[in-house]
Nanobody, 123 residues
Framework: QVQLVESGGGSVQAGGSLRLSCAVS????????MAWFRQAPGKEREGVAV??????DTAASVKGRFTISQDNAKNSVYLQMNSLKPEDTAMYYC??????????????????WGQGTQVTVSS
């Protein structure tokens, strides 16, 4: 079983920064995909960034502004968000998966989810 707890969301003005944290509790962290997703009202859940064994993939929509990182000693995954825009407003979720198949930015690949943390960016 994997448990995920997000923190760090909040309200910020456009151009500002936020850092999201995800505390991870798992039996093994080997070969685990860790990802950040977001979902705005009325929209589908969107994959933002993924990390697995140090390999990072970032969605085009946030590339150059968002950075995913992992601290194995603290069993945590982070999402540093810079140059935030109003369109980044969404509920942000941490997700985990051991599945070796499936699109890394697709929600179906992930079977462990956190409760979400709200990010609101005002213009």
């Amino acid at each position: 079983q994997v448990q995920l707890v997000e923190s760090g969301g909040g309200s910020v003005q456009a151009g500002g920064s936020l850092r999201l944290s995800c505390a991870v509790s798992a039996i093994t962290y080997s070969n685990m995909y860790m990802a950040w997703f977001r979902q705005a009202p009325g929209k589908e859940r969107e994959g933002v960034a993924v990390i697995r064994d140090g390999i990072i993939d970032t969605a085009a929509s946030v590339k150059g502004r968002f950075t995913i990182s992992q601290d194995n000693a603290k069993n945590s995954v982070y999402l540093q968000m810079n140059s935030l825009k109003p369109e980044d407003t969404a509920m942000y979720y941490c997700a985990a998966s051991y599945k070796t198949t499936g699109w890394i930015f697709g929600p179906d690949k992930y079977n462990y989810w956190g409760q979400g943390t709200q990010v609101t960016v005002s213009s």
